[in-house]
């Protein structure tokens, strides 16, 4: 948990002054002056959109430290970042896994290789990396280096291209035999084709688990099996009679606006029977509560921090990064409140709801 000592630290973390204002997603690559976020590309617009300021809830939020700014890098775009000032230049982090990876690197100072094609090898990062997004949470082990921090509570469903009978209503077995290419897979007598996420994706993690499959099982067609790999939530990518799972919350952010629209002519189907993922259309849809709190498809994210920064008992322990990390504080990237002027409110906008009741911070071994 965080140091109770974070509480008093509120004051560090500010809004941004009245009039301040980005409504869409900045995707332009920041150099941060404090703090420096990466990986999942479930949370990249939601957290850009608090690092950057917004005015999406018709209030100004933004989420800075000590009257300086954090950047928040997207999982796609060149093969490198250079997050600080005279910092190094290294392999972008793709996905939840890939930005823990960096985490990690930046911790203990181990050379870090990027799982994006193109990006510098084997780069020593120590300090380049704060904060790491993730949209699937992590083995517990009181003992880890990293704490996972709840963000908010978000759902996995797929979008669907297609005019296949059935094709809106699959069950999660159906899903299992897709992924695993069962011979002659059809739905309404059409074949189906299955994407997944690129690896490293904590979506792809998720969904596999979840259809009561596993990397080994799933058979991608660099392995001479029928499942396509592309970028998460991009569902541009989606040909005749195909799916791909995608993160609730994103598909919500591209029909507000709040995120840019990679739709393409997809639609949304549900996993849960009888339940729609989403309710409303366009700029007023929202997520469905009850879908979200399913024990299947929902599930909370997180961002993650090395555990002694975040300690007031370790030497290591960083006030500021504390405070932005601190639920309690107004504008911190971990509100939850529904008031306009909240980082909770601004969730919502972009399709996630607060955190599962008792859900807590907990420390996770580092990724090798």
């Known amino acids: 948990m965080i140091s109770k000592k974070a509480i008093a630290l509120c004051a560090t973390v500010g809004v941004a002054v009245s009039g301040f204002a980005i409504t869409a997603p900045a995707h332009a690559e920041p150099v941060s002056n404090s703090y420096s976020i990466v990986g999942s590309d479930t949370l990249e617009d939601v957290v850009n959109a608090l690092a950057n300021g917004t005015l999406i809830t018709g209030s100004s939020v933004r989420s800075t430290v000590n009257n300086t700014t954090i950047g928040s890098f997207d999982a796609t775009g060149s093969p490198y970042i250079i997050t ?211 024990t299947t498809w929902g599930r909370d994210t997180f961002l993650v921090v090395e555990n002694a920064r975040v300690d007031s008992t370790d030497p290591k322990y960083d006030a500021g990064l504390a405070a932005l990390l601190n639920s309690a504080n107004s504008t911190a990237l971990t509100n939850v409140s529904s008031v306009v002027s909240r980082a909770g409110a601004v969730k919502k906008k972009f399709g996630f709801l607060a955190p599962t009741s008792g859900v807590v911070a907990y420390r996770v071994a580092k990724t090798a």
Not at 154 to 178: E, R
């Open 84 to 294: 600080k000032s005279s910092g190094t230049r290294f392999g972008r982090p793709n996905g939840s896994s890939d930005g823990v990876k960096a985490l990690s690197r930046s911790s203990d100072g181990a050379a870090y290789t990027s799982a994006t094609a193109g990006g510098p090898a084997n780069v020593v990062i120590t300090g380049l990396v704060d904060i790491a997004r993730s949209s699937s949470g992590g083995t517990v082990n009181n003992a880890g280096e990293l704490l996972y921090v709840p963000f908010g509570r978000d759902a996995i469903a797929y979008a669907y291209k297609g005019l296949a009978t059935g094709l809106d209503g699959l069950t999660a077995s159906q899903m299992k035999s897709l992924y695993e290419c069962s011979p002659g897979f059809q739905i309404g007598g059409v074949t189906v084709t299955p994407i997944i996420p690129q690896a490293g994706s904590g979506t792809r993690k998720d969904f596999l688990a979840k259809i009561g499959s596993t990397e080994a099982l799933m058979k991608t067609i660099g392995e001479a099996g029928c499942v396509v790999e592309g970028q998460e939530h991009d569902a541009t990518t989606l040909t005749a009679e195909s799916v791909m799972p995608m993160a609730v919350s994103r598909w919500v952010a591209m029909n507000t606006g709040a995120s840019y629209d990679k739709r393409g002519t997809g639609s949304l189907g549900s996993l849960v029977s009888g339940v729609d993922p989403v309710t409303g259309t366009g700029s007023t849809m929202v997520p469905n509560a009850p879908y979200y709190a399913d």
